[in-house]
């Protein structure tokens, strides 16, 4: 397989759903049928006109969409080099990017004549989009969360609540994201027939991969036409956004892999600096391939086989394993992965805060982080465009230990 022109890379997977090597649809013999059903309704509705109606009116009148896309005159000027650009995500409604995916999945279910709808958060941002969502269409939503997750991230836990979200702790393994997506298959399994799924990123069996990367292509397709309005063309830029599962940096990417002109970094979580074998980096760290979740990726395994625990400051990030798209995506040598560490991420919340006024959440900070790293080395007439998919407000009690600020 190599990359088509002119076709969304999620439109490429092959029939078994493999993007080369990667991907498929390994999944327990119970949930086959479920998964096809969902498969077959998202291929029809995804070219229904009253769908597609509902959809961009819910984009624009309820995410708020377009997100800005504008210079970053002060960290340019900070960092000296290329300049500094930025798609703001993080001004949708929800405080991130994560409504895009949500808003997907529960139109289906909408459409499907379904009212119950279950999902898997990390840092709270995918569950509390699939809460949102789920208010906003009037479904009932259940979201599983790991423990570890459930109490570093107690904001997004109220805010779901308040949504009318039942949100359940999952105590097993690592207990963090992991682990909640894991729980959210075991509920499905046995309550398929009743119950619409949402999948918080870019991971999992194939028709996961492409809802959420559906959802998610809305970022990069409108950055295009913002590119046209401000520089008449899509110019020569490198790419940088932060990569855990992987579903805003693949958003972010998606309408711009068929633009030689453009190159992209994928940032992941490198954890921290005193202990290289604590990261959620599977990518940068070149693991072995296995099988999480129903899909074939690079996953952080033991020798044996056996899925280890990560670790990040970013619960958005914390996860063993990474989409099939973005695994494609490395083998083809089409984007760059690297890492940065948590305390690069602090210092990258740091910057961007004190150089214009905009406070991240920990996850794109990570890409804040690199393009640090590179900015400086780089011409005054070259481009970086970074991505800001989340906002301070989940993270604040967490940055505000690590900075010593006393609430």
């Not at 992987?246 to 954890?271: K, L, Y």
Request: charged fraction near 20%; charge should be negative.
């Amino acid at each position: 397989m190599s990359i088509k022109k002119g076709v969304p890379l999620y439109d490429q997977a092959d029939d078994n759903g493999f993007w080369g090597k990667f991907g498929g649809n390994y999944l327990p013999e119970p949930l086959l049928k479920p998964a096809d059903d969902l498969h077959a309704a998202f291929q029809e509705l995804r070219h229904d006109k009253n769908f597609l109606k509902d959809l961009e009116k819910l984009r624009s009148e309820y995410i708020g969409r377009p997100t800005p896309f504008f210079k970053l005159e002060n960290l340019t000027k900070e960092l000296g080099g290329a300049e500094i650009w930025v798609k703001h995500e993080a001004q949708c409604h929800g405080d991130s990017h994560k409504l895009n995916g949500a808003i997907i999945s529960c139109l289906i279910a909408k459409y499907r004549g379904q009212t119950e709808i279950i999902g898997d958060t990390g840092a709270g941002m995918a569950g509390t989009g699939l809460a949102m969502a789920a208010s906003r269409l009037g479904l009932k939503s259940r979201v599983f969360m790991g423990k570890v997750d459930y109490e570093r991230q107690k904001l997004n836990v109220m805010r779901m609540k308040t949504l009318g979200c039942e949100v359940v702790p999952v105590t097993s393994g690592s207990q963090t994201l992991v682990e909640a997506v894991s729980e959210t298959m075991r509920y499905w399994l046995a309550n398929c027939d009743t119950t619409a799924i949402c999948v918080g990123s870019v991971v999992g069996a194939s028709v996961f991969v492409k809802l959420c990367a559906f959802g998610q292509h809305v970022i990069s397709r409108e950055m295009s036409s913002q590119m046209m309005d401000i520089f008449g063309e899509i110019p020569k830029a490198t790419l940088v956004a932060a990569v855990g599962g992987g579903s805003s940096s693949f958003g972010f990417f998606c309408d711009f892999i068929d633009h030689d002109q453009i190159s992209m970094r994928g940032v992941e979580a490198g954890g921290p600096e005193n202990n290289d074998k604590l990261h959620a980096a599977p990518l940068t760290n070149d693991s072995p391939i296995g099988i999480l979740h129903g899909a074939k990726q690079y996953v952080i395994q033991s020798p044996d086989g056996q899925i280890q625990e990560t670790s990040s400051i970013a619960a958005g990030l914390d996860y063993p394993g990474v989409s099939p798209l973005h695994c494609y995506l490395k083998d083809e040598g089409r984007v760059i992965y690297t890492s940065a560490s948590d305390e690069e991420a602090v210092k990258g919340f740091e910057i961007l805060a004190k150089t214009e006024g905009i406070q991240c959440s920990i996850e794109p900070a990570h890409a804040i982080a690199d393009i640090c790293r590179i900015a400086p080395k780089m011409g005054k007439d070259e481009k970086i465009i970074g991505l800001v998919c989340g906002t301070l407000s989940k993270d604040a009690p967490l940055l505000a230990q690590r900075l010593n600020i006393e609430l």
